[in-house]
């Protein structure tokens, strides 16, 4: 047997994924605080479906992939171990200064510093100094290295991370400090920035660094948990873990590296949606990701994920190079709650798997989006999950009248469809930021709707936003585990390398031949074989004279004299459409600031070849508190919808593991195999709300 799985742990799901000789199951269980727990209560979902007994199961897993939170949610959370910070002297204050905290926020009160990563009492200037061209003007000695060193971990330090000024043309100063901690502390986690990250910009590259540090020991304690449990079991494949650049890397190369997991998740879903998108010939196209927690949203524009050079991560500027993922609180679990203002608010906040929504009955009292579902009518109480967890409407009602309806003086169904129109709103604010605010028109795109909660909103974010078309996959509830396996390993160097036209190709050439050997390394140390192996090369470009640079792809053949018009072009294309048509600064010289190099392995997942079978068909009607008008209306209620293959909205299509919600003037048919297509009718929508 064939067997590969795909996990995803969300902040309330754990989610499963298994192709078994062409085959798929999928399985959900909840997440659980230590990690390992829930992954191994959804893989032991999965091997009862795949018919095999434990001992025959884990041996039998050719490939394993794993995507995770446990990185967000530190970062999201705070949750960080206790930094000690290394750097040049007279930049303790770096992290504080920051870019002076200016952000986006037009409301005075609410401007706040950046979120403090490190104690201020466990930052060391290290009295050491390298110039720009890598030249070292203050040696750094022995003695000071251990002064440093000692200092911070008397301070109770449980990690080290080490940015020194100019370290990213002359690493031999933070290498002196790695080699003293290897020695001296072998158990002490450290991060270097040469090596995580070695691109200009102190502050970013700190703060990247820093994060690091401040993961480590968290991601090192949950990951041997997780190998230990696996290996017990039997595992024999490597785990590979997605990665916020879009691709895998092994477990040993995430540990070296643990913040580059951050989304790691959500980066899954969207390379699904990608994958979907090219498969139904859609190459514009919005994905929302709505799980218990929270809601991810990306944009893809011609076949191609749109990749940040200087992602931001928990609200901090870095020099990582992510995957542009927008995410928000808004998910099943977010709670609905008033604020001072005596206003309506839903979320950030979740109520998580435990205690979990008032209608789990397992100690929430509080109201979550999922509660005003169930209210409205939208969600069978005892079909939740297939109906292997029931729930209770009466707790449900009790917590949004308690906590929304009497204090607001309005009904039940008020309270619940005021939240669900809440977070519909919230939700499109999001699509809009990605589309938008970035010159696209949503009208031009559709909408991929995947995450356990997402088919009941996903129409309604649709036609508060302008997109005319929905397409819920047919395993949405775990689209994410699904993409995971399909997605690519990658392996990302950079290296700052100021470059100018005026200078020779040859200084270009050779800055990116050595990451090149870089990325054959790996390829080797991966085993990932000739005819898999793809090399993209890229720069991050300016007008002289700019602040932030422009991504663009060069020629994968060596860089020679007759091609710097070629890239000049490219770049002033990339511009424009980032910025507008006529915006690039044409007379101004172009600077070359970093030289990247993209490896990436393709994957060998195997297809999914089995028919869906024909269900039996069944109808009834249910009253709901239909979401777009606030009223209540019988509904027709599909469950085996793929024996049918087309209605006319509104309606509702269960399935055992998520809901579709179909609005009035709305039709929905099923394509592809079974993936749900909803088409809707603005005007006739905009009149039903």
Known sequence: MILDVGIDVGGTFTDAVAIADGRAVRGKAFSTPDVTTGILAALSILREQVGLSEAEFYPAIDRFVLGNTIVTNAVDEQKYARVGLLTTQGFRDTLRIARSARTDERDSHKLAPPPDIVDRRLIVEVPERVDAHGTVLVPLSPGAVRTSVEQVLAGGAESIAVCLLWSFRNDAHERAIAGYLREHHPDVPYSLSSALTPVYREYERMVTTALDAAVKPIV?????????????????????????????LSVEETARA???????????????????????????????????????????????LRVLPRAEIGGLPTSLTAVDIETIGAGGGSLGWIDGRGVLRVGPHSAGSVPGPACYDKGGERP???DAALVMGLINPEYYLGGTVTL??????????????????????????????????????????????????????TLVGFGGACGLFAAAIAADTGVGEV???????????????????VFSAVQT????????????????????????????????????RAVFREADMKFVGQIFEVTTRLPEEPFREGDKETLRRR??????????TGTAWTEAEVLLVNSRVRAVGRTDTQTVTETPGQERHTVTTREVVEPLSGHRRHV??????????????PCLIEEPDTTVYVPPAAAVEVIDGGHFLIRLNHAGAGDAA
């Open 497 to 532: 390398s100021p470059w100018t036209m005026e200078q020779p190709a040859e200084a270009l050439e050779r800055e990116f031949a050595a990451l090149e050997q870089r990325a054959r390394d790996w390829f080797d140390a991966e085993g990932i074989p000739q005819d898999r």
């Open 392 to 445: 209770s409407p009466g707790k449900a009602r009790e917590a949004i009248r308690r906590h929304l309806a009497d204090p607001l003086g309005l009904s039940e169904d008020a309270a619940a469809h005021g939240m669900y129109r809440l977070a519909t709103s919230q939700m499109a604010n999001a699509l809009r930021k990605i589309t938008v605010n970035r010159g696209h028109d949503p009208r031009e795109f």
């Open 258 to 304: 643990p913040i580059s997991m951050f989304n790691s998740g959500p980066v899954g879903g969207v390379t699904g949606a990608r994958l979907l998108g090219m498969r139904l010939g859609r190459r514009r196209v919005l994905t929302a990701d709505m799980g218990g927690t929270s809601l991810d949203a990306a944009a893809i524009i011609d076949d191609e």
């Open 220 to 248: 090192a304690t949950h990951f041997q948990q997780l190998a230990d449990a696996l290996a017990a079991k039997g595992l024999r494949t490597r785990v590979q873990i997605m990665q916020v650049h879009g691709g895998f």
């Open 368 to 370: 979550a989006v999922t």
């Open 636 to 649: 027709e209620v599909h469950r085996g919808f793929g024996a049918l293959g087309k209605a006319e909205g």
């Open 471 to 489: 397409i819920i996959p047919r395993n949405a509830a775990v689209f994410s585990a699904y993409g995971l396996m399909h997605a690519d390993s």
């Open 571 to 580: 770049f002033v294309a990339d511009y424009e459409a980032e910025f507008g």
